[in-house]
């Protein structure tokens, strides 16, 4: 067989695998294995010597055609494989946007929280400062400062969880107002400050007692306090709070930090006022007590009762949202069951 049938018979196996070819990287072997230095050509090539010289560029001639149809024949097959490889790879991709999606449930603050921040916001509106205390307090602040000397009969309104016989779990936030006034600079004017917090009583739970609950302290201070800033604070909070409609009852009541001291009841949002399991049949519900701070819880802290007077109150967070909400058990706030706290998002 001459060296230029040889020529063809490669010409036309070479064509034959490119095309046969399924992939890029099969492709380039067939490249590097064609028309590469140690390739078939380079051997066809090497057979010149032997020709005649009117066959050597006769040769030479054909060896180019034969290397421009191979690599015509690869560029040809690689713009077909890469295309291929394209719609392939777009295919596996395909986002199907009817599928339904993932549901993402979006958190939210504790009604609680909610309530609190709420109230904040109304006396800080009134200039007041929002005041941290500590929820294990001792004895001193808690009681004694408070003007509830041991064995004050009035301690057992607030019998608690104690640590030590002189620290204990705080029955309310009022001991904050101990810690406040005794550094309080009168030079810079007036107190007014609110502090929020948990409290704990030993207390048997029902629908509207918990062992642990929430207060926020109210307190201020200032030369000519009377009993009528008290009340027309309370009135704005309560209006703020529940709107006009709601009613208010003042009772004359006791602490023994306060004097005269007030119970501030609201009507029961469950009932109307004729009574019922929530309101424990009174039509009424004691929403917050509050007073005017007694001379000796002044003294204590080292204000002087004849040139200060102020007043103080106590509102628990619970009811607020209570009666706010309608929610007629005290459990629910603590209890994180999402059927709960999903109502108040
Ligand atoms: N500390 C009282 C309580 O927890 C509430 C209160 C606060 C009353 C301030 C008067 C003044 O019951």
């Known amino acids: 067989m001459s060296v230029f049938e040889n020529l063809e018979t490669l010409k036309s196996e070479a064509l034959l695998q490119i095309n046969a070819a399924s992939d890029l990287s099969t492709l380039n072997d067939k490249r590097v294995e064609y028309l590469g230095k140690k390739g078939p050509i380079t051997d066809v090539m090497k057979q010149m010597k032997d020709l005649s010289n009117e066959d050597k560029p006769k040769l030479g001639a054909a060896v180019n055609i034969v290397k ?62 929002v005041e941290n205390g500590y929820e294990i307090e001792s004895d001193n602040y808690n009681f004694e400062r408070m003007n509830l000397p041991k064995n004050h009969p009035a301690r057992d309104m607030q019998d608690t969880f104690y640590i030590t016989p002189e620290t204990l779990f705080r029955t309310h936030t009022s001991p904050v107002q101990a810690r406040v006034m005794e550094k309080h600079d009168f030079t810079k004017g007036a107190l007014k400050m609110i502090a929020p917090g948990k409290v704990y009583r030993r207390d048997t739970d029902d629908a509207t007692h918990s062992h642990q609950f929430m207060q926020i302290e109210g307190l201020v201070i200032d030369k000519g306090i009377a009993m009528s800033d008290l009340k027309g604070t309370l009135d704005h909070l309560i209006k703020k709070m529940f709107g006009a409609e709601r009613e208010i009852r003042l009772r004359p009541s006791f602490f023994p930090f306060t004097e005269p001291s007030v119970e501030v009841d609201i009507s029961c ?77």
């Not at 199907?96 to 999606?101: F, I, K, M, N, S």
């Not at 019922?276 to 005017?292: A, D, P, Q, S, Y």
């Open 68 to 129: 421009s149809a191979i690599e015509d024949a690869i560029e040809a097959k690689k713009v077909e494989l890469e295309a291929a490889e394209i719609g392939a790879k777009l295919a596996k991709e395909t986002i199907d946007v009817t599928l339904p999606a993932t549901k993402r449930t979006k958190g939210s603050r504790h009604i609680l929280t909610q309530t609190r921040e709420e109230i904040e916001d109304i006396f800080i509106g009134m200039g007041y400062s």
């Open 269 to 345: 949002f469950a009932c109307g006022g004729e009574g019922c399991r929530v309101c424990k049949h009174t039509g009424w519900i004691e929403i917050l007590g509050g007073g005017m701070v007694h001379p000796k819880v002044l003294e204590m802290s080292g204000i002087d009762p004849e040139t200060y007077t102020g007043f103080a109150f106590g509102i628990g967070v619970e009811r607020v949202a209570m009666l706010r909400f309608g929610i007629n058990d005290i459990r629910g706030f603590y209890q994180n069951d999402v059927r709960f706290t999903n109502q108040f998002k």
